[in-house]
């Protein structure tokens, strides 16, 4: 870990992820969840995070307390309020809506597609309304999915494990480009 290099995410799930993937890459990196204390909000969110960059984080990099910045925020999606454009990697591709979730959906090993689809299935099927937003669809889906692998766990860090996630895809490759350019020693 690397406490020049910063790596802003919205919450704790999007934390373990990341600091799972960094370590897959080799790269040092801090992953933090901006509090809504450090970005004077009343809650931890995409809004806390982009506020901390202005108020927090330019700052230390101006007098080098930090080298490196990168913030990786979810867009949800356009119709459910959501969407961003701003100068950082936003979720899943920079181009599309959805979150961390989707990303993940759309990186799958070939081998875990199968699973995937039963997990999606099997939401289809809960009677009633789900208590869940459709927003949130996503991460029911990849919760469901992560809790039927060999070894389930509660987090969304456990889709970086070796084998789950497909390295050739070509949103993978982007986000490990985008993460080295950034984080890779120099």
């Known amino acids: 870990m690397n406490h020049k290099n910063i790596l802003l995410v919205e919450g704790e799930a999007d934390r373990g992820f990341f600091e799972a993937l960094c370590r897959h890459l080799s790269l040092a990196v801090s992953v933090k969840v ?4 450090d970005a004077g909000q009343y809650k931890n969110s995409k809004q806390a995070a982009l506020a901390a960059v202005q108020t927090l984080y330019l700052s230390q990099l101006a007098d080098a307390q930090i080298e490196r910045l990168a913030i990786i925020i979810d867009a949800d999606r356009a119709a459910d ?3 961003y454009d701003i100068g950082a990697w936003v ?6 809506d ?3 979730e989707d990303w993940v959906q759309g990186n799958l090993h070939p ?3 199968a699973l995937m689809q039963h997990a999606k299935a099997s939401i289809d099927r809960i009677p ?4 869940f937003k459709p927003i949130r669809r996503p ?11 060999e070894a389930p ?10 084998g789950l996630l497909d390295e050739s895809a070509p949103q993978y490759a982007a986000l490990k480009k985008w993460l080295e350019k950034i984080f890779a020693a120099a």
């Open 81 to 83: 309020g959501g969407g």
């Open 111 to 113: 081998n875990e597609a």
């Open 34 to 37: 901006t509090t809504a204390k």
């Open 128 to 131: 009633g309304s789900p208590k």
């Open 153 to 162: 766990d509660h987090g969304l860090w456990q889709a970086a494990k070796p």
């Open 139 to 149: 991460k029911a889906e990849v919760a469901t999915w992560l809790a039927w692998q």
């Open 91 to 96: 979720m899943p591709d920079n181009a599309n």
């Open 98 to 100: 959805g979150m961390l």
